[in-house]
């Protein structure tokens, strides 16, 4: 993006740096990854970084207002409502696609948002990667940054373990989902427990007494006062793992982010938006009937991860294929035209998709944006079935030099 610092890259460029980043990576973490990491970060130029920062903050302003989150509450399946509800999320994403505006400068434009946890961690490690890495190549050895509002690579650290432990001994936390060492993002979670020191727990592991909580640490019980909840719902039910607690019984733990937010922060929420960055998005049960331009929309089930489910061209048999009384859980979302301004060496262009990560510790009164995460993809979409057997696609950040 920022061409004076894409060129640079480019120029450097060969098998040997790609193969230099993943394998710092991995003997950092000391893990493999089992997703494909990009072979660039993105330079992101500062006009696309202060437009993707306000309208973040903005949408997150936005969507915190209590009469609002009140309504939006109405997404919460009654079978999985978790009593002790904050007044806000401790975890959020944006993500935008990036696209050129009608000026002809790049902007962004929101394709989904959660207030579910990300991979925080792993973006601060694999920054320090790449700056490692860009040190040893002309003109790119300097500072750099992926976090937003001047802060630091140790501010946002104890950010992080202000919002996850929020006070509670570090063995009384603990980062919960299903077979963690099976989960693409472990690595994340390796990175969690070296920056924060919270151990990646299944919760089948746990042991229930009453309505605490307890796990087995070198043969003695530990109290769980706290989940670090990575837990993805479509998983835990299609799965149909067997848990020591029911989500809508009272324990005596807190939550980050509590598990309401996971449907209530939603791709449920972008019908409620009102802004520029927000392309224009109805659920099917709210539709009059199919609109005569179905080809300028796309079709998303409102609670996936990953893409999965997403119908790109969009038909009316999609849509009567639907039952009614699932139309709710289903959106109609206008397309967004990436754009790919990202430039290969051989002057092949690639989309990018920036997540805008935000953190909120329970004594805060609202989140902050604290930094990003960003996907690159050459397919129509940007999962990985879309983009299999392609190469500078991935997970990446992005970063800019830190004066």
């Not at 079978?79 to 990036?98: E, K, T």
Request: proline share 8%; aromatic share 8%.
């Amino acid at each position: 993006m920022e061409p004076t610092f894409r060129r640079a890259f480019n120029a450097a460029f060969g098998p040997s740096i790609y193969a230099d980043i993943l394998g710092r990576l991995e003997r950092r973490l000391g893990c493999s990854i089992p997703f494909r990491v990009a072979e660039t970060p993105l330079f992101l130029p500062g006009r696309l970084r202060e437009n993707l920062e306000r309208s973040a903050t903005e949408i997150v302003q936005q969507i915190s207002r209590p009469a609002l989150i009140e309504q939006m509450k109405r997404a919460i399946p009654p079978h999985l409502d978790v009593p002790g509800m904050d007044a806000l999320p401790n975890c959020a994403q944006v993500d935008f696609a990036i696209v050129r505006g009608p000026d002809g400068e790049l902007e962004g434009k929101v394709v989904e948002l959660q207030a579910f946890p990300s991979l925080y961690a792993l973006m601060l490690v694999q920054t320090e990667i790449m700056a490692e890495v860009l040190a040893g190549m002309p003109g790119l050895d300097r500072r750099w940054s992926c976090c937003f509002g001047g802060r630091s690579r140790d501010d946002v650290v104890a950010q992080l373990r202000r919002a996850i432990l929020a006070g509670e001994p570090e063995e009384s936390v603990v980062l919960l989902d299903l077979a963690p060492e099976q989960q693409k993002t472990y690595p994340d979670f390796v990175a969690t427990k070296l920056l924060v020191g919270v151990d990646a727990v299944c919760p089948t592991a746990l042991v229930r007494e009453r309505n605490r909580l307890f796990r087995r640490v070198d043969g003695r019980l530990v109290p769980v006062r706290r989940l670090y909840n990575r837990v993805v719902f479509d998983e835990l039910e299609s799965k149909r793992v067997e848990l020591p607690f029911r989500y809508d019984e009272p324990l005596d733990v807190t939550w980050c982010s509590h598990p309401n937010w996971y449907w209530t922060w939603s791709k449920y929420t972008l019908p409620y938006l009102d802004h520029p960055a927000v392309p224009r998005a109805r659920t099917l049960s709210a539709l009059d009937g199919v609109p005569p331009d179905l080809e300028r929309y796309v079709l998303k089930p409102l609670f996936s991860f990953a893409g999965s489910g997403v119908k790109v061209d969009v038909t009316p048999e999609h849509i009567a294929a639907i039952p009614e009384g699932e139309r709710s859980r289903w959106l109609l979302q206008e397309k967004i035209a990436y754009e790919p301004a990202l430039l290969m060496p051989d002057g092949t262009g690639v989309k990018a998709e920036v997540r805008m990560m935000f953190l909120r510790a329970p004594d805060e009164p609202e989140l902050s944006l604290v930094l990003n995460l960003v996907r690159l993809s050459r397919g129509r979409m940007l999962g990985v079935d879309q983009n299999r057997d392609l190469t500078w696609v991935g997970g990446t950040v992005g970063i800019w030099p830190v004066d």
